[in-house]
């Protein structure tokens, strides 16, 4: 039996309403490893308060630290492999040192990689959130990574030298079938314009 436990906030997993797509990326996958016998697939769920002003950041802060030493507990306690989904896993302060905790008492863990610094620049700030340092301490530690697509990885891999280590390709929906389910334009027998069916 294969025990996954996510480190992030549990609500991704249930709720399917206004996420962003490294949300319901995340959501998918693992809803669908979940639908394996033998695959378990668990987290903690928790609430924070709206806003930013000082009193909901500080109640923030507080359930993050009491989730995350719940998340220690368990990986601990029960050995279980943990998931961290990067980007997003570790831009919290507290996972950044439950995936330590994780090298430290040598619990494996599975990295999900669906960012990249190059996606952050096209698409966001252009503030990554992760030296590159760690980047690569993330990377070379996991027992397995999962990353969108060949191209991707072999990116990640030259620029942080992980020659040799397991990954799993795991594409987002269209990406696979995208080419075996495209039917392409047909000429008519007499004339006309092609068409896609």
């Not at 309403?17 to 693992?30: A, C, K, V």
């Not at 891999?157 to 990954?167: E, K, M, T």
């Amino acid at each position: 039996m294969i025990r996954l436990f996510a480190i992030f906030n549990g609500t991704i997993l249930n709720d399917d309403q206004n996420w962003s797509p490294t949300y319901t990326r995340i959501r998918f996958l693992l809803s669908e490893l979940a639908r394996y016998e033998d695959i378990t697939v668990g987290s903690i769920s928790f609430g924070l308060l709206p806003g930013k002003g000082i009193p909901a950041r500080i109640y923030s802060d507080a359930i993050k630290i009491a989730v995350a030493l719940r998340f220690a507990y368990r990986l601990i306690k029960d050995r279980l492999l943990a998931f961290f989904a990067y980007l997003h896993s570790l831009m919290m302060f507290q996972n950044r040192h439950l995936f330590r905790l994780c090298v430290i008492y040598r619990i494996p863990t599975v990295i999900d990689i669906h960012d990249t610094r190059e996606q952050t620049v096209a698409f966001g700030n252009g503030h990554f959130g992760v030296r590159r340092v760690m980047e690569k301490y993330y990377s070379s530690r996991a027992i397995l990574r999962i990353a969108l697509n060949p191209a991707m990885w072999k990116r990640i891999r030259q620029v942080n030298r992980l020659d040799g280590v397991p990954v799993l390709f795991v594409p987002n929906g269209v990406e696979g079938d995208f080419s075996r389910n495209i039917r392409y334009p047909t000429p008519r027998s007499r004339g006309g314009s092609t068409s896609v069916i």
